[in-house]
Structures are given as structure tokens and as C-alpha cells.
């Protein structure tokens, strides 16, 4: 009976363990999160390094829930910076991920956006039928 409450015990706490959740930060909802690509034209505020745990023994958490965790984190961290935009710099390896910080006041960040084509670039006419 010992052993069976013991094993019990010992796997709640892998499980438990093995468990985050991460709120966000007041202020953090605010922040807007850039795709990896080329850098907006805001002004830089630094970097974020974040991390999570990915395994707990032999369990590996799902990779979608670390990836949400980190950047939750991320964006908990930007407001200290004075930041209200972040990027990745890189995917998440081994449950860390490294962010750039940026303030871009009230512009939209232009990363990762194809430039407008000019009006007269091209004319398209329908189909017949």
C-alpha cells in the first residue's frame, strides 16, 4: 500500500511538474508580436531572452504550448523595456527563445510586408462567361 501511495505521490508531482502557466503581465496584452523576418523600422529597445520547460524526464511537453509560453513571456518583459512590439530571433530550442524589443509608438511595424505595388503596375480585366 506504501508503495502504491508513494508511486501515486511521485507522479503527481512529474505531472504537476511538468506544468506552467504563464499569465500575462499587465500592459502585455498591448504588445503586438512581429513574425521572424526582416526588422520593423521602430527604434530597438534590446533584447528578451525567455525560457521554459520543455521535458520533465522522459516527458516532452507539446511544442505549441512552450512556443505560446515563451512568447507570453516575452511580451510580460517588453513593457519594462519600454517596448510595445517584439520578434523572434530565432526559434525555440530546448524551451528558450530569444526576442528583439521594439518601440513603435503608433505606426504599424512594416516588417515582413511587401512594398505597394505603384497603381498603374498593372490592369486586370474579368474573364468572360
Not at 25 to 52: D, I, N, Q, T
Request: net charge neutral.
Amino acid at each position: 500500500m506504501n508503495r502504491l501511495l508513494a508511486t501515486a505521490s511521485l507522479s503527481c508531482l512529474l505531472i504537476a511538474g511538468g506544468c506552467t502557466w504563464v499569465q500575462m503581465a499587465p500592459g502585455a496584452s498591448s504588445v503586438r508580436v512581429l513574425s521572424g523576418g526582416a526588422a520593423p523600422a521602430c527604434e530597438k529597445r534590446g533584447e528578451v531572452a525567455v525560457s521554459v520547460k520543455d521535458s520533465v524526464a522522459f516527458y516532452e511537453r507539446n511544442a505549441l504550448r512552450v512556443s505560446e509560453e515563451l512568447e507570453t513571456l516575452a511580451r510580460n518583459e517588453a513593457p519594462g523595456l519600454q517596448a510595445d512590439t517584439i520578434q523572434p530571433l530565432a526559434p525555440p530550442a530546448n524551451g528558450e527563445q530569444r526576442y528583439a524589443a521594439y518601440r513603435c509608438g503608433g505606426q504599424v511595424p512594416t516588417a515582413g510586408r511587401p512594398a505597394a505595388a505603384p497603381a498603374e503596375s498593372a490592369k486586370t480585366y474579368p474573364v468572360g462567361g
